[in-house]
C-alpha cells in the first residue's frame, strides 16, 4: 500500500489530475442524488412538478407527517429494527460457533462443510422463495415474524461463516491446546478466547448483515400480508404505485428508510474498514 501511495505521488502532473477530476466528478454523481433528495422532501407536489431540481421555496415537514401516518412508517420502522437486530445477532452466533467447529476441531470433515458453506453463496432467493412460500405456509408461520427472520439468517449464513473461517483460521491453534490442558471446554474456549480474538471480524459481520437485513424487501414482501407486520421498505412502496403521484410522500418515506443506514455507517464505517483490513482478510 505505502508502495502505491508513493508511486501515485511520483505520477506527472497530469494524471494526478486527470485522477482528481475523475474521482471528483464520481463524488458529485454520488452524493447529489442524496441532496436532491433530501431538500426535494420539504416541497409539495407542485413544487416538485413545476422546479424538479429548485430549491424549496418555503420547507415544510408537512411531507414528513402524512407519510408517516399514512403509511404507518412508525409501524414499519419498529419491524425493520425487530426483524434485522434478532437476524443479525443470530448469524453472528451461528457464523462464530460454525466457524469456531470448522476449523478447530478435530474432525475431517471441515472442508466439506467449508465447501457447503461456500455453494451457498451461489443460491440465490428468487430461485427458491416459491418452494420456500410453500414450505412455511405448511409449517404455518406466514405472517409471523420467525418466518422472516429465519430465511434473513439463512442467506446470511453462508457469506458471514465464510468471513469468520478466514479470520479464526488465523487464531494459533495453541491458544486452544494450552487451554485445554488447563481443563477448558468448547464452550468456554468459544465464549472466552475465540469471542474476545474475534473482534474485529464481528464488527465487520454486525454491519454487513445489519445493512443486508435492513434493505432486504422480498421476504417481507411475500411472507407478510398484515400490514403490522411490514418492514420499512416494503412499507416505502405504497407510496410508489401506479394510483400514487404525490411526489413529496415518496421522497420523504425514501428519506426516513435510508437515514437510518446513513447513520449506522457513519458511526461504524471505521470498523467496517479496520474488520476488512484486519479480519477479514487475515490469513
Same mark, same amino acid.
Given at each position: 500500500?505505502t508502495e &502505491?501511495?508513493s508511486?501515485?505521488r511520483?505520477?506527472?502532473p497530469?494524471?494526478?489530475?486527470?485522477?482528481?477530476?475523475l474521482?471528483?466528478v464520481?463524488?458529485?454523481?454520488?452524493i447529489?442524488p442524496?441532496?436532491?433528495?433530501l431538500y426535494? !422532501?420539504?416541497?409539495?407536489?407542485a413544487?416538485?412538478?413545476m422546479?424538479?431540481l429548485?430549491?424549496?421555496r418555503?420547507?415544510?415537514?408537512?411531507?414528513?407527517f402524512?407519510a408517516?401516518?399514512?403509511?404507518?412508517l412508525g409501524t414499519?420502522l419498529?419491524n425493520s429494527f425487530?426483524?434485522?437486530?434478532?437476524?443479525?445477532?443470530g448469524?453472528?452466533f451461528?457464523?462464530l460457533?460454525?466457524a469456531?467447529?470448522?476449523?478447530?476441531?478435530?474432525?475431517k470433515?471441515g472442508a466439506?462443510f467449508t465447501a457447503?458453506?461456500?455453494?451457498?453463496?451461489?443460491?440465490?432467493?428468487?430461485?427458491i422463495?416459491?418452494?420456500l412460500?410453500l414450505?412455511?405456509?405448511?409449517?404455518g408461520?406466514?405472517?409471523r415474524?420467525?418466518?422472516?427472520i429465519?430465511?434473513y439468517?439463512?442467506f446470511?449464513?453462508?457469506?458471514s461463516?465464510m468471513i469468520?473461517?478466514?479470520?479464526?483460521?488465523g487464531i494459533p491453534?495453541a491458544l486452544?491446546? !494450552?487451554?485445554e490442558i488447563?481443563?477448558?471446554?468448547?464452550?468456554y474456549?468459544?465464549?472466552y478466547m475465540?469471542v474476545?480474538? !474475534?473482534?474485529?471480524?464481528?464488527?465487520t459481520m454486525?454491519?454487513l448483515s445489519?445493512?443486508r437485513?435492513?434493505n &432486504?424487501?422480498?421476504?417481507?414482501?411475500?411472507f407478510?400480508?398484515?400490514t403490522?407486520m411490514k418492514s420499512?421498505?416494503v412499507?416505502?412502496?405504497l407510496?410508489?404505485?401506479r394510483?400514487?403521484?404525490?411526489?413529496?410522500l415518496?421522497y420523504a418515506s425514501?428519506?426516513?428508510?435510508?437515514?437510518?443506514?446513513?447513520?449506522?455507517y457513519?458511526?461504524?464505517?471505521n470498523?467496517?474498514?479496520k474488520g476488512?483490513?484486519?479480519?477479514s482478510?487475515?490469513?
Amino acid at each position: 500500500m505505502t508502495e &502505491e501511495i508513493s508511486r501515485l505521488r511520483r505520477a506527472p502532473p497530469s494524471w494526478r489530475i486527470a485522477a482528481y477530476t475523475l474521482m471528483a466528478v464520481f463524488a458529485i454523481l454520488t452524493i447529489f442524488p442524496l441532496i436532491w433528495l433530501l431538500y426535494s !422532501s420539504f416541497k409539495p407536489h407542485a413544487e416538485i412538478v413545476m422546479s424538479p431540481l429548485g430549491l424549496p421555496r418555503s420547507p415544510s415537514l408537512n411531507n414528513y407527517f402524512r407519510a408517516w401516518d399514512m403509511g404507518s412508517l412508525g409501524t414499519a420502522l419498529m419491524n425493520s429494527f425487530v426483524y434485522t437486530s434478532i437476524a443479525t445477532i443470530g448469524t453472528l452466533f451461528l457464523a462464530l460457533a460454525a466457524a469456531f467447529g470448522i476449523t478447530k476441531f478435530p474432525f475431517k470433515s471441515g472442508a466439506f462443510f467449508t465447501a457447503a458453506f461456500a455453494a451457498g453463496l451461489m443460491v440465490t432467493v428468487h430461485a427458491i422463495i416459491v418452494p420456500l412460500f410453500l414450505a412455511e405456509v405448511k409449517v404455518g408461520i406466514i405472517n409471523r415474524r420467525i418466518g422472516v427472520i429465519l430465511p434473513y439468517i439463512a442467506f446470511d449464513l453462508p457469506m458471514s461463516v465464510m468471513i469468520a473461517i478466514s479470520y479464526i483460521r488465523g487464531i494459533p491453534d495453541a491458544l486452544i491446546e !494450552s487451554a485445554e490442558i488447563d481443563g477448558a471446554k468448547y464452550r468456554y474456549v468459544f465464549w472466552y478466547m475465540i469471542v474476545p480474538l !474475534s473482534t474485529p471480524v464481528i464488527a465487520t459481520m454486525v454491519i454487513l448483515s445489519f445493512l443486508r437485513h435492513w434493505n &432486504e424487501f422480498l421476504f417481507v414482501f411475500v411472507f407478510t400480508t398484515k400490514t403490522a407486520m411490514k418492514s420499512l421498505p416494503v412499507a416505502i412502496t405504497l407510496f410508489a404505485g401506479r394510483n400514487n403521484t404525490e411526489y413529496g410522500l415518496q421522497y420523504a418515506s425514501l428519506v426516513i428508510g435510508i437515514l437510518p443506514m446513513i447513520i449506522f455507517y457513519f458511526f461504524f464505517h471505521n470498523q467496517l474498514i479496520k474488520g476488512f483490513g484486519e479480519g477479514s482478510l487475515k490469513e
